[in-house]
């Protein structure tokens, strides 16, 4: 692992692969690496959570394996599958062959060869590179028996498979957890973990972010984009645009050649901002010059 021995240091390595995080959030991440605790994230979509597990598995020259959650997820297809059209393809054979005896063939279809490793499982086997990053991803889209799986799962890091047994990671995988809180995770599962809520940036925090992950905007565009999309998150909208958002749209600036925010600007790009159309209808006529100008005003000197 490299030497990640201080905050400092765990900032400096998210902020060599274009994350750019605040102290706090650098603090957490860092007790989670040093405790071996998994790190779970809250917050709103698009403000980095997902980002900082792809920062840290870059910056450590570790392996990412991503469980993305979604609604009816279940401990099979998290952990491992047979490989059925596989396995009928051997039974035929060995049927024609002649060679069927069922203590073999059982021992062999039920065997690593026809085992097909789900993110879990995968993220349990040893690496050389050292222990991998598991990202579980969006968890709030599961449901409540999944989430007692995943308790017991990182209590011990280790999965059982019947017809193999158990299987328990030799170096338990740096595990990150993230949740738009669509619902409540369980209690019982955020104190196996170290908490932090990602908050939307400030406009400093955010101008660093877009400076790195968009370096070729210009300084006076990049003050204009993002003291934008900061008063745009204080208007009475169903889906605040996140940082990925400001990244996305300076990126689609660039593309148009654009040297600064007008109205028309705006108006033609929106959908890199905001994602519903109730949103962007709110937006038309009056109220993105309104916006506009309140940005501009904030960036002149007091």
């Keep these: 692992m490299n030497d990640l021995s201080s905050i400092d240091a765990v900032q400096d390595l998210l902020g060599d692969q274009g994350y750019i995080c605040g102290r ?23 403000v980095g ?5 792809k920062a840290l598995a870059a910056g450590l020259g570790r392996k990412l394996i991503r469980l993305q959650c979604y609604e009816g997820l279940d401990a099979s297809s998290a952990v491992y599958e047979w490989n059925f059209p596989a ?10 062959a002649g060679t069927v005896q069922a203590d073999n063939l059982t021992q062999d279809l039920f065997s690593d060869r026809y085992l097909i490793e789900r993110p879990l499982l995968e993220a349990m086997r040893p690496d050389e590179q050292g222990a991998p990053i598991l990202l579980i991803d969006e968890l709030d889209r599961t449901d409540a028996p999944f989430e007692a799986f995943l308790l017991e799962a990182l ?14 990671a030799p170096e338990p995988p740096i595990v990150i957890l993230t949740s738009n809180r669509t619902r409540e995770v369980h209690d019982a599962l955020k104190r196996r973990c170290l908490y932090h809520w990602v908050d939307y940036p400030d406009f400093t925090r955010e101008m660093e972010i877009l400076k790195a992950r968009a370096p070729e905007a210009s300084e006076a565009l990049s003050r204009e984009v993002v003291a934008f999309v ?15 958002e400001t990244i996305d749209w300076a990126k689609c600036l660039l593309a148009l050649d654009v040297i600064n925010l007008s109205p028309e600007v705006i108006a033609d790009t ?33």
């Design 155 to 168: 209590s011990d890091f280790q999965v059982t498979i019947p017809e193999i047994g158990t299987i328990k």
């Design 24 to 46: 706090a959030l650098g603090t957490v991440v860092f007790l989670a690496l040093r405790l071996g605790r998994p790190l779970f994230l809250e917050g709103e979509a698009g």
């Design 230 to 244: 900061q008063h745009l998150r204080t208007e009475d909208l169903f889906k605040k645009p996140g940082v990925a």
């Design 49 to 53: 959570k997902t980002e900082i597990a």
């Design 270 to 302: 929106l959908g890199a901002v905001l994602k519903y159309q109730d949103d962007i209808a709110k937006l038309h006529g009056s109220e993105a010059k309104r916006i506009l100008d309140q940005a501009k005003a904030s960036l002149e000197p007091a």
């Design 87 to 96: 396995q009928m393809i051997a039974i035929r054979a060995a049927e024609a």
